[in-house]
């Protein structure tokens, strides 16, 4: 069967990294996959084995700038493959409407609905554009594919009975980051001293709660003076996240790495002593399900995380914190003192089990093989 993924973000991000995991697991399962993803041009971006790259180009500007060339290379490369199946991540204008095009020349699509877009935006015309595409894919998809419990009870009833969208686990390549090695090199060049060290990953823009956490961090830079946290990634919102650093936490407490190759990222997560995924209080959050996280655990990195109704499914496997920065800091605290008694290594293997992408694909996946063929 030709399946057409059309994703609406770029290479490094983590919804992209996710997306594109479940297209190999589509390809193993012995369909014709391609996948158009936004790239910067020249770059050799990573593409899951028996999967067709189709050639789209991330210019840097931002991504709001050049949706319209996205959008025309994702409506090409529907008119050039023909697929049986088009499964667009998130419903932005500029995979929604080369996937209408799709279905007007009789293929199937399915929507994944990652997150609660439109509350990134202030309230104003892109804020009403992304929620009203988002709605019309939510009703009017022939598949609706989530990984979050809230999203699936926000997304059922505006598609009626009969209708319920498909739990799609957010996955993670366990192998990838099973046991790293960590790189007596690499911790010397990044200045990271004895430690202990601290870890944020993620992309450094809207969905990225760093900013709140930064501040509140001064006492874990008190209680440990050689303790450092390293932040892996990049976005629009580094510039102002250094400044944040640079004026309330110590020099060299905090070490931006920039963007890393995700097939590189296992030799940070090997240097870490423990993971942070600090979330804000705020709807945004409540619809989300942090790959980051998954990542932490399939090193074996322990975890504080903010207690989210995602993260309370791993609950066995890391420490959760309910509450604000402050609440937060103390946890991570307690954690350097004295380990929460959570259970990495079971949760790799819950990993293995339930978060693999083949497992994550496995129920759309069989409906649509039996029903489009």
């Known amino acids: ?49 028996g999967v ?3 050639p789209c180009p991330r210019l840097p500007v931002r991504p709001e700038w050049q949706a319209g060339l996205w959008l025309a290379h994702g409506a090409a490369a529907v008119l050039r493959i023909r697929p049986r199946v088009v499964w667009t991540l998130k419903a932005l204008p500029n995979v929604w409407a080369p996937a209408r095009i799709a279905r007007s020349r009789g293929a199937r699509v399915a929507v994944d609905l990652d997150d609660l877009d439109g509350a990134y935006y202030r309230p104003g015309p892109a804020r009403a554009i992304v929620e ?30 009969g209708r319920e969208p498909v739990f799609v686990e957010q996955s993670v390549d366990a192998d990838r980051f099973a046991a790293p090695t960590a790189s007596p090199e690499l911790r010397a060049r990044l200045g990271l ?44 919102d580094r510039r102002r996240l250094e400044d ?3 004026s309330r936490l110590p020099p060299g407490f905090v070490v931006f790495v920039g963007g890393v190759p995700h097939d590189e990222v296992a030799s940070y997560y090997a240097l870490a002593d423990v993971a942070l995924n600090f979330l804000e209080d705020r709807e945004v959050n409540r619809y989300r399900a942090s790959i980051k996280i998954r990542e932490a655990l399939a090193a074996g990195v322990r975890v504080v995380a903010s207690a989210t109704s995602d993260a309370e499914r791993l609950r ?29 290594a079971a949760g790799v293997e819950w990993l293995r089990e339930h978060a693999s992408s083949d497992a994550a694909v496995r129920e759309i996946a069989e409906i649509w093989e039996r029903e489009v063929g």
């Open 1 to 49: 069967m030709r399946i057409l993924l059309l994703s609406s973000v770029e290479h490094q991000s983590g919804s992209a990294i996710r997306f594109r995991g479940l297209a190999g697991a589509l390809a193993r399962r012995g369909h014709e996959v391609s996948l158009v993803e936004p790239a910067p041009p020249g770059s050799d971006p990573e593409t899951p084995p």
């Open 52 to 54: 067709h790259r189709v």
């Open 132 to 161: 009203r595409f988002f709605r019309t894919a939510a009703k009017t998809a022939d598949d609706v594919t989530v990984h979050n419990e809230n999203m699936g009870r926000l997304v059922g009833p505006m598609r009626g009975a």
């Open 193 to 236: 001293g004895s430690g202990p060290v601290l870890l944020y990953a993620g992309h450094l823009g809207p969905a990225s709660d760093l900013g709140a956490l930064l501040g509140a961090l001064a006492p874990v830079s008190a209680q440990y003076p050689n303790a450092r946290l390293l932040v892996v990634g990049d976005g629009r």
């Open 244 to 246: 944040i650093a640079a």
């Open 316 to 344: 066995p496997f890391i420490r959760l914190v309910d509450g604000g920065p402050g609440d937060f800091v103390a946890a991570v605290s307690a954690e350097l003192g004295a380990p929460s008694g959570s259970d990495p």
